[in-house]
């Protein structure tokens, strides 16, 4: 019995691998590499190099594997890389889903926990967003991800896979232990840039936009440490696994941190100066995205412990100090 976790050599998929064999559970990895890290396989799953889009490669795997559930975590994930390349997104991220679905029905594996996001919902009404909000997706890359969803959906209904989809914004932190991290090529998410700043790969922190409609005029942004999200995906596959409904749950801190405070939060835990200059706003940015995550919290047991911007902070700032070039040369 084997949990497959595809892109689990990715930031998110690296830590729900080393929680689930914290657990004791036998997993499978399936990454292409592309945005993995092979240096981020934990050594006692199995590992498969490969294209989820290769139906022929991934038949093999189940074929050698006993699957029995399934998380998703793999797929492109830049907004602004959606908007110039959205057949790249279209063909990775829907048609790799497809083919999955395809396979999971030919071996009869039937629960399945996606990873999706908030990005579906576009621009919201209010906040916190909430899961009987519209889904008005603005980016290629949030279009894909409701497509994916749709499609699980559709295999439900025909094929009885059961799927939960979690639905979040902004992810950060490290495993406390330090062992795992972030590390993309190029960084675009706010929290290692910031620490990148602090260790000074970066003469500065640019903030796209210092006249928001918001108390100190930058974005804010509700951020879920890494290990908290996937204590919600492990407890999804748990409610899989002891028959509950196909659904869908946000995933959310509900609370928001400004870009300002965030920084600010990083100068007081690294004691570094972390210069910061204003810059121009980002087209598509609203001014404030909080998720709600009640729901989640209902009917999952989802009891997120993490949840300071220090603690999240801390933990991430352990895994940039120790590994300053992250997976590559010398660490």
């Given at each position: 019995m084997s949990v497959l976790v595809l892109g689990g050599a990715g930031y998110i998929g690296s830590h729900a691998v080393y929680q689930l064999i914290d657990k004791g559970e036998s997993v499978v990895i399936v990454d292409n590499l592309e945005t993995g890290q092979r240096k981020?396989?934990?050594?006692?799953?199995?590992?498969?190099?490969?294209?989820?889009?290769?139906?022929?490669?991934?038949?093999s795997v189940f074929q050698k594997e006993q699957i029995d559930d399934v998380i998703h975590f793999a797929a492109n994930s830049l907004v602004g890389e959606s908007m110039k390349h959205p057949l790249k997104y279209f063909d990775n991220n829907v048609h790799g889903t497809q083919v999955l679905l395809q396979v999971m029905i030919e071996y009869g594996v039937k629960n399945i926990v996606f990873s999706s996001t908030a990005a579906v919902y576009g621009e919201p009404e209010s906040v916190p967003i909430t899961e009987e909000m519209p889904t008005v997706p603005t980016s290629t890359y949030g279009e894909t991800k409701l497509i994916m969803e749709k499609l699980i959906k559709r295999t439900d209904?025909?094929?009885?896979?059961?799927?939960?989809?979690?639905?979040?914004?902004?992810?950060?932190?490290?495993r406390e232990t330090g062992d795992i991290g972030e590390d993309h090529r190029p960084e675009t998410h706010l929290v290692p840039i910031i620490l990148q700043t602090a260790l000074g790969q970066r003469s500065h922190i640019t903030i796209f936009g210092g006249d928001?409609?918001?108390?100190?005029?930058t974005c804010i942004r509700?951020?879920?440490?890494?290990?908290?999200?996937?204590?919600?995906?492990?407890?999804?596959?748990?409610?899989?696994?002891?028959?509950?409904?196909?659904?869908v749950f946000n995933l959310g801190s509900n609370?928001?941190?400004?870009?300002?405070?965030?920084?600010?939060?990083?100068?007081?835990?690294?004691?570094?100066?972390?210069?910061?200059?204003?810059?121009?706003?980002?087209?598509?940015?609203?001014?404030?995205?909080?998720?709600?995550?009640?729901?989640?919290?209902?009917?999952?047991?989802?009891?997120?412990?993490?949840?300071?911007?220090?603690?999240?902070?801390?933990?991430?700032?352990?895994?940039?100090?120790?590994?300053?070039?992250?997976?590559?040369?010398g660490e």
């Open positions: 981020a396989v934990h050594p006692e799953a199995h590992f498969y190099e490969g294209d989820v889009r290769d139906i022929y490669f991934l038949r209904e025909a094929h009885g896979i059961n799927y939960v989809s979690l639905r979040y914004f902004n992810v950060a932190g490290a928001y409609d918001t108390p100190d005029g509700d951020y879920v440490h890494v290990e908290d999200l996937i204590d919600a995906h492990l407890l999804a596959l748990d409610y899989l696994r002891h028959g509950g409904k196909s659904n609370q928001g941190f400004s870009v300002k405070e965030m920084i600010d939060a990083a100068r007081t835990v690294t004691g570094r100066e972390i210069p910061a200059n204003i810059g121009d706003r980002r087209a598509g940015d609203p001014s404030i995205l909080i998720a709600g995550s009640s729901k989640a919290k209902r009917v999952l047991g989802w009891k997120p412990s993490r949840t300071s911007v220090a603690k999240i902070i801390e933990d991430a700032w352990k895994w940039h100090s120790s590994h300053p070039n992250g997976y590559g040369k």
